[in-house]
């Protein structure tokens, strides 16, 4: 059984990095064709796409949060990392990882994680 669990800081203050930590179970984030990837939902508003880390190594992101985020990954913790910088309080959101394969598509979502940006 896959397990895709998020953690990391609930409040972040403006201008400050966001970090946060994906820890998967069951699967390797080394596993061929796989994709983990962050997703994130603004109150009222759509799922949004920001990056993802690919079995090989390479990292994609979306071109409108490309300059400000980072993606890693530690392969022996089987964990994939994000971290955003100069946060506002638009980049208010659940937080969700995301098991992305090729062919399947998105099958495993972590539960999310509120992460709130204030002052």
């Known amino acids: 059984q896959v397990q895709v669990q998020e953690s990391g800081p609930g409040l972040v203050k403006p201008s400050q990095t966001l970090s946060l930590t994906c820890t998967v179970s069951?699967?390797?984030?080394?596993?061929?064709?796989?994709?983990w990837s962050w997703v994130r939902q603004a109150p009222g508003k759509g799922l949004e796409w920001m990056g993802a880390?690919?079995?090989?190594?390479?990292?994609y992101y979306s071109p409108s949060l490309k300059s400000r985020t980072s993606i890693f990954r530690d392969t022996s913790k089987n964990q994939i990392s994000l971290q955003l910088n100069s946060v506002t309080p638009e980049d208010t959101a659940v937080y969700y990882c995301?098991?992305?394969?090729?062919?399947?598509?998105?099958?495993?979502w972590g539960q999310g994680t509120q992460v709130t940006v204030s002052s």
């Open positions: 880390m690919a079995y090989e190594g390479i990292d």
């Open positions: 069951g699967d390797s984030i080394t596993s061929r064709s796989t994709y």
């Open positions: 995301v098991r992305d394969r090729r062919y399947y598509g998105m099958d495993y």
